[in-house]
């Protein structure tokens, strides 16, 4: 009698004997999955998907045609050595995503939060570590060692430079050359990209009080004001919104990626 709760394998596919398969795992036609991976209950690979090396798939993660995940990472320096993708629960990865594993520059990881989306064609390279609920619309480019914050979306076609940093909530727009880092809550717009303002829509959307976006507001106004170096005006900031969450998140993030450079408004033109 066949397991109701059993993986169901669609018989062109090719599964290796070792690969981990939790309950209701569903692999349907012409999909390749190599022997270190580890799909979690309730995985659906739709058609033609391949995985390879040692990837683990979080439960109820739905991958649509033609992606690939976990197949040798796209560097040069890459000499074979034994690394990792981790993608979390309940994601969506369409049609043509391609994610690489990590490399020994990077902690040998490349992961992915729960909840994200994947539109057609995104890339998620090697050693990037990616937060939940994100999103990634079509053609989106993420070069190695990025990092993405929690509730960040990112526009069609954005293209991310290696070791750059998005903050939580941040919005990319479409099309976006991004070289330097974006700050949480911040909108990133052109090419190459500058700050915009921040993602207010985003913060309304997701609950945030009025006063609290009013205060933002002012925080990043003082921020990005002519007046003073960014040291300056950072301690500025500190001193008169210390006890507030989200301007000390902005001022942490600044803090933590030390002399790297940021997105900035361009001549104070995108101050709200």
Known sequence: MRDRD???????????HAAQLGRGVQIGPFCAVGPD???????????????????TVGEGTRIFPF???GHEPQDLKFRGEVSELRVGRDCVIREGVTMNPGTASG????????RSVFLAQAHVAHDCRVGSDVIFSNNVMLAGHCTVGDHAILGGGAAVHQFVRLGRHSFIGGLAGVE???IPY????????????????????????????????RAYKLLFSAAGTLRERTEAVAAEFGSHPQAEEILSFLREGGERAICVPRDGRDLP
């Not at 991976?37 to 990837?55: D, E, F, Q």
């Not at 207010?200 to 933002?216: A, N, Y």
């Open 180 to 182: 330097h880092d974006v």
């Open 67 to 69: 992606a690939s995940l």
């Open 107 to 114: 902690g040998l990881l490349t992961s992915v939060g729960d």
């Open 37 to 55: 991976v580890v799909l979690g209950a309730g995985v659906r690979l739709v058609s033609h998907v391949a995985i390879a090396g040692h990837t």
């Open 6 to 16: 059993g993986p169901q394998i669609h018989p062109s596919a090719v599964v290796a």
């Open 186 to 217: 911040g909108i990133a717009l052109g090419n190459r990209a500058h700050l915009a303002g921040l993602n207010v829509v985003g913060l309304k959307r997701r609950g945030f009080p009025r006063e609290t976006i009013h205060d933002l507001r």
